[in-house]
């Protein structure tokens, strides 16, 4: 079989070997000679994955005592309105900052809940920056931050300093690199990414700060009910969240966060240095704020786009074509794409400025 280098935005590439695992799981898991998405979730074996599951988010990311952690279903999505209905109160305000598409619609559906202020964006230079030296205010409920944004390729280079607690949405960067997870009310992430299939979502949730907003809360959109039923409240979408157990127990052996962290900044420097170095390809974002899970560049010159496309395409490289809404090329490194992978691609960019200058 041909290799095939995956560079896709999300769903995106994972291990082989979790692949593997998880394709065995299907057909006899653990032995019992059922499938894994054939027996109830609340049998040992499933209630074994789902704690595996939690304890290693909480290993990987040195989550203190007084958070839980969830695998509820809805995608980040719903999770940008469930952070506001959870965490903001009836008279309170919450304060945004829009980065990009994603941060756009977690202020479109917070508004839906309450009083949401934007306390700055990007939007004026094609979010092609992360806004700096904006002022949080100190009576805010939260500030939400959506820390890598996947489409237009930035990431917050450090953290905001902010007199209140923080909800971010790390959909596209959770795991790539640590977090100091005391800084924030509520994490979430849709699994598709560095974690594993669609069809879970991530919640890191403080549990010290539910229960202060004043308002009823349906159950399936209530994080302290999730919590109160250890993330089983109604059937969990066990297959995700195997698969999720296994990606970060493959990260774990691995070396962790920290081991993930210094093979990811080799793969964006070498990205990087050939998307400066050649004279056919310009980066899309500010310099500073480039994003180590999605590079995002064009070409100087569209002509050539032609020849371009067909020599990756024949160097087996798949996913590069940038978001529709942006257009040129993305090429996204999460945490299961090797090294090498960024090297062919290279490769294939220096190749095509020897065709194109002969
Ligand atoms: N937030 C970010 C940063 C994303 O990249 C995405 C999807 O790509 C989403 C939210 C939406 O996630 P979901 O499809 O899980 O709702």
Not at 82 to 88: D, G, K, P, R, S
Not at 120 to 146: M, R, V
Not at 170 to 196: C, E, L
Not at 238 to 245: H, L, R, T
């Amino acid at each position: 079989m041909k290799k095939v280098h995956n560079f896709s935005a999300g769903p995106c590439i994972l291990p082989q070997e979790v692949l593997k695992k998880a394709s065995e799981a299907v057909v006899n898991f653990d032995d019992l000679n059922l499938s894994l998405i054939e027996i109830s979730h609340r049998s040992k074996n499933v209630v074994a994955v789902m704690e595996k599951a939690q304890n290693l988010v909480r290993e990987l990311l040195n989550v203190p005592a007084n958070y839980e952690i969830l695998f509820l279903q809805g995608g980040a999505s719903l999770g940008f309105y469930t952070a506001a209905l959870n965490y903001l109160s009836k008279d309170g305000k919450a304060v945004y900052v829009n980065t990009g598409t994603w941060a756009k619609k977690a202020i479109k559906e917070a508004k839906l809940v309450g009083n949401i202020e934007v306390v700055a964006s990007s939007e004026d230079d094609g979010f092609k920056y992360i806004p700096k030296g904006f002022n949080i205010p100190a009576d805010a409920d939260f500030l939400h931050i959506t820390t890598n944004n996947t489409i237009y390729g930035t990431q917050y280079p450090e953290i905001p300093k902010s007199p209140v607690p923080i909800i971010a949405d790390m959909s596209s960067d959770i795991f790539s690199r640590p977090v100091n997870v005391s800084d924030y009310a509520m994490i979430y992430a849709g699994a598709q990414k560095n974690m594993g299939p669609a069809g879970t979502t991530l919640f890191i949730v403080n549990k010290d700060l539910l229960g202060k907003t004043g308002r009823t809360i349906p159950s399936m959109l209530d994080y302290q009910l999730h919590i109160d039923k250890e993330s089983m409240y109604n059937t969990p979408p066990v297959f995700p969240i195997y698969v999720s157990m296994l990606t970060l127990d493959w990260l774990k052996n691995l070396g962790g966060v920290p081991a993930i962290e210094k093979i990811n900044a080799e793969k964006a420097a070498a990205m990087y240095a050939e998307i400066d170095r050649n004279p056919l390809f310009v980066g899309y974002t500010a310099v500073e704020d480039r994003s180590k899970m999605n590079a995002t560049f064009n070409l100087v010159d569209d002509t050539h786009k032609e020849l371009f496309d067909s020599m990756w395409k024949e160097a087996g490289i798949s996913g590069i074509n940038g978001h529709r809404s942006v257009g040129g090329y993305r090429a996204s490194m999460y945490n299961a794409l090797p090294l090498e992978s960024v090297q062919a691609l290279v490769k294939v960019m220096q190749e095509f400025e020897e065709k194109v200058s002969v």
